[in-house]
């Protein structure tokens, strides 16, 4: 056998072999140039150093990055998007806008969240209240945030002296007293006339009102020094005008709705039961006087409520 017979090859070899080496070509062509694009750029002087780290990072990663190289190390630091400076509404700023101020994507998405809740940015320092914005961030972006009086509480458009020209303050919170010559109808007043009272503020002003109703309605000034602690120097202030208070049924009602009056107590109560139960209908509040449980001014204080 010949030598050339070693290297004689069939039509499917031959092609087969031609296909082998045009895949070894190309990959060879393609690596080359992808090395050429990896390595930075000869540098060959100084100042033409900055100029080429720019554009080689520009053109290896379509932004402009600082190239570091150190022996044995490379690495790339990324300046970032270069934020603008202008003033701003965090209510209506779109996500360009606030993009272009230098914020995060996520941090724009946070205020857009804060928004569709139903936040509302009304000064400056709620800004800051961001998720996820530093300190660093509010400091550069607070001279340029420009809240719209849109976003104002509605009660800043109504001045102290508009609401109340004629004393200059808030009667609903702070009501005008009256004066030592004029006077409150204590059995009709609710907790507004009340508290006109010099000395009765809103907490005595419901305490009236609450006794007045356990009672069924006042009949006399008086009644008010019942209450423990009552400042005694407003009663001046007090008139009682055709008193009709709410009468109790006392040959009806049971025990216990009997002393649920404040001058009916337990005892009192049990003693109208069982006297009730004992000699019938009682149709005279005298027929009570034999009973130790009803002295003689317990008697007349109890008279205006009763009926039989």
């Known amino acids: ?22 895949a070894i070509s190309a990959a060879a062509i ?6 050429e694009e990896a390595m930075p750029p000869p540098i060959t002087s100084k100042e033409n150093t900055s100029t080429a780290e720019t554009a080689y990072t520009t053109r290896r990663y379509g932004t402009s990055k600082q190239y570091y ?46 928004r569709a809740h139903g936040g509302v940015y009304r000064k400056p320092e709620d800004f ?11 400091r550069e972006l607070e001279p340029y945030i420009r809240i719209s009086s849109d976003y104002a509480p509605a009660s800043t ?5 508009q609401e109340h020209e004629s004393y200059g303050r808030d009667t609903l919170l702070y009501p005008i007293k009256i004066k030592a010559t004029e006077h ?14 010099p000395g009765i503020g809103s907490g005595w002003a419901r305490t009236i009102t609450a006794y007045g109703e356990r009672l069924g309605g006042y009949t006399s000034v008086s009644q008010l020094s019942e209450i423990e602690g009552f400042p005694d120097e407003t009663l001046k202030y007090f008139i009682v005008r055709n008193p009709n208070p709410r009468k109790l049924n006392i040959n009806k009602l049971t025990l216990s709705q009997l002393r649920r009056h404040p001058y009916i107590n337990f005892y ?27 002295p003689a ?6 008279r205006p409520y009763v009926e039989y």
């Open 1 to 22: 056998m010949k030598i050339k017979d070693y290297f004689y090859f069939q039509k499917s070899d031959r092609t087969i072999i031609l296909i082998l080496f045009a």
């Open 30 to 35: 393609f690596i080359s140039y992808f090395y």
């Open 69 to 114: 190289a150190t022996p044995g190390r490379q690495y790339y630091q990324t300046d970032g998007i270069r934020a603008e400076r202008f003033p701003f509404d965090p209510n209506t700023a779109d996500s360009t806008t606030l993009l272009r101020l230098g914020l995060r994507p996520w941090q724009v998405r946070n205020i857009y969240k804060y």
């Open 128 to 138: 800051a209240r961001l998720y996820g914005l530093t300190a660093g961030q509010y």
């Open 157 to 161: 458009l109504v001045g102290k002296r």
């Open 184 to 197: 409150i109808v204590l059995n009709t007043a609710d907790t507004t006339m009340l508290k006109k009272v």
């Open 268 to 294: 009192q109560a049990r003693a109208i039961c069982d006297y009730r139960r004992l000699k019938g209908t009682i149709t005279d509040l005298t027929q009570l006087h034999l009973l130790k449980e009803f």
């Open 297 to 302: 001014e317990a008697i007349e204080r109890l």
